[in-house]
């Protein structure tokens, strides 16, 4: 099994129960970069124009002029900003796309409630204070497949299921859902964080942003709580 070295585990068994310690990119872009350049070449044409035409006599004002260069030079910069504005995009995306591939074969945490059982299924939790837990897991059905009450201690803790009911039936393969209450010694009510922990089996690197698949369903990298290593 994996678990977190910084975080005591709760064993689990059929009808057992016991103590432990308690754990995009803009799309208007493009069509941002054509108007600047559309912008950018109508003025260069109307300055040329200007010049070409201007009475001799009486010439375009210097200062005039000199804002009129101002303005095409900011245009010109505007235009160079966007391409490396781009640039830093794709190398943005491909940096996320190598993070997400380091994280395929790791056991990770993300948010979450339902777990993929396969042998065994793990959960984590973090409770902000002592107390008493009652853990109840269900499938896909509603239908209860285990539950025990817990004294728990302020902190992150694991919980470990190995597939088997209270009257030691042996569950089958499926996705299970863990649902946790508590109360503290005064009989108020605690609320306990719940996640999920598997083991990350692909990379969708043609979605943007890239997605892992963990127990079949997708995650990105941003939803990752933490890394934990195999024990």
Same mark, same amino acid.
């Given at each position: 099994?994996?678990?977190?070295?910084?975080?005591?585990?709760?064993?689990?068994?059929?009808?057992?129960?016991?103590?432990?310690?308690?754990?995009?990119?803009?799309?208007?872009?493009?069509?941002?970069?054509?108007?600047?350049?559309?912008?950018?070449?109508?003025?260069?044409?109307?300055?040329?124009?200007?010049?070409?035409?201007?009475n001799p006599l009486d010439p375009?004002?210097?200062?005039?002029?000199?804002?009129?260069?101002?303005?095409?030079?900011?245009?010109?910069?505007?235009?160079?900003?966007?391409?490396?504005?781009?640039?830093?995009?794709?190398?943005?995306?491909?940096?996320?796309? #190598?993070?997400?591939? @380091?994280?395929?074969?790791?056991?990770? $945490?993300?948010? +979450? %409630?339902? &777990?993929?059982?396969? /042998?065994? !299924?793990?959960?984590?939790?973090?409770?902000?204070?002592?107390?008493?837990? #009652?853990?109840?897991? @269900?499938?896909?059905?509603?239908?209860? $497949?285990?539950? +025990? %009450?817990? &004294?728990?201690?302020? /902190?992150? !803790?694991?919980?470990?299921?190995?597939?088997?009911?209270n009257d030691g039936t042996q569950?089958?393969?499926?996705?299970?859902?863990?649902?946790?209450?508590?109360?503290?010694?005064?009989?108020?009510?605690?609320?306990?964080?719940?996640?999920?922990?598997?083991?990350?089996?692909?990379?969708?690197?043609?979605?943007?942003?890239?997605?892992?698949?963990?127990?079949?369903?997708?995650?990105?990298?941003?939803?990752?709580?933490?890394?934990?290593?195999?024990?």
């Amino acid at each position: 099994m994996a678990v977190d070295a910084t975080s005591p585990i709760i064993p689990t068994s059929a009808a057992a129960s016991g103590s432990a310690s308690s754990g995009s990119s803009s799309s208007s872009t493009p069509n941002t970069a054509a108007s600047l350049a559309s912008n950018f070449q109508t003025f260069l044409t109307l300055l040329t124009t200007q010049l070409q035409n201007q009475n001799p006599l009486d010439p375009l004002d210097t200062n005039q002029f000199t804002a009129q260069l101002v303005q095409f030079a900011q245009v010109e910069q505007q235009l160079k900003m966007n391409d490396q504005m781009s640039s830093l995009v794709a190398l943005q995306k491909t940096a996320q796309s #190598t993070q997400a591939l @380091t994280f395929v074969g790791q056991t990770v $945490a993300v948010d +979450g %409630s339902t &777990a993929t059982f396969n /042998g065994s !299924a793990t959960w984590n939790f973090n409770a902000p204070s002592n107390a008493t837990a #009652t853990i109840t897991i @269900t499938n896909s059905a509603g239908q209860t $497949a285990y539950s +025990g %009450s817990y &004294a728990v201690s302020s /902190g992150n !803790a694991s919980f470990v299921w190995d597939g088997k009911g209270n009257d030691g039936t042996q569950w089958p393969a499926g996705n299970y859902k863990m649902t946790v209450t508590a109360k503290d010694a005064s009989g108020n009510d605690v609320a306990i964080s719940t996640e999920i922990q598997g083991v990350v089996d692909s990379v969708d690197l043609t979605a943007n942003p890239a997605l892992l698949s963990m127990g079949g369903n997708n995650y990105t990298v941003d939803q990752i709580k933490r890394v934990v290593r195999a024990s």
